[in-house]
């Protein structure tokens, strides 16, 4: 017995695959039963079979948090395992589908809730892992990468009846993310995939009556995606040694906040104006640094010389 609650720190988050499968599966007899009302049977029968088997992943996989946090830590960093950890939060999010379906909108709800948060964090580890982590190599690019972030478009398909439409749409945004690891000098210019989508969001404004439509709330929350993923990155961004080159990347900071000024304008919703404040916010100290640094680095003649 004790052996095997010991194998319990090698249990692959992997396993809730089959929750993703399954609960597809039930989902599918829930469409069915709506053709041949028979099959309404099958699919509470589906469902429960799901379900138990999901809460029965959930306990084992909760024990190894508590139990054995290295292994679930290693699990978190490793290349290829990382990618399958959001196929818990996949399941929570394919799971509230099919309560939504079948009438338990409250139990729905709770479930996108946890669902969609933990869908959220576990999108953005794995992509400040890419990103930051230099553990990747060739052999390891394999289609597991697309779990973790088109799992995010599984939230919009219930989540349009539990929260404001602008979430599903950042959500969905997400979902069209995909990025491979950088080199350490390279970090900075991720800032430039914040200005094509909110420089596109300016322009497709400018070109369609400013009528906030559905495309436009793709390319605005495309580039809220990116600058939060820059948010999360800040700590190794300021490893890294200050270039002057570093001056052109506030400009996408830029974009973003007239795109959220501009949002918030033709929406009237406030969510939109402490956002475009909190970019204001952090462009300024941005640019205030940058300042700083510039006048070090011209105080210490490490620019306009011939080995700069």
Known sequence: MLQRLQNIAYFPASFFGMI???????????DLAKVFEGMHLVAIISLSITLILFVILMFIYSYKILRFPKEVIAELKHPIKMNFVPAISISMLLLSIAFYAFGYVEISYYVWVIGAALQLSLTYWVLYNWVHHDFFTPEHSNPAWFIP???????????????????????????????TPL????????????APPAVGFISYLALNNQEVNQFALVLYFFGLAMTLLMLVS?????????????????????????ASYKIAQLTGHDFYLYIAMA??????????????????AVYLKQICNDKH
């Open 20 to 30: 993703m499968g399954l609960t597809g599966l039930s989902i599918a007899f829930i």
């Open 234 to 258: 800040v700590g190794k961004f300021m490893e890294l040694t200050f270039a002057l080159s570093w001056w052109a990347f506030t400009f996408p900071l830029a974009a973003m906040a007239i």
């Open 149 to 179: 972030i088109v799992g995010n478009i599984v939230v919009p398909i219930v989540g349009i009846h539990h929260a404001p439409v602008e979430v599903s749409w950042f959500f969905f945004s997400i979902g069209i993310i995909f990025h």
């Open 183 to 194: 080199q350490a000098k390279l970090i900075p210019t991720l800032f430039i995939f914040i």
């Open 279 to 296: 970019i204001h916010a952090f462009l300024f100290a941005i640019v205030l640094l940058f300042l700083v640094k510039t006048s070090k």
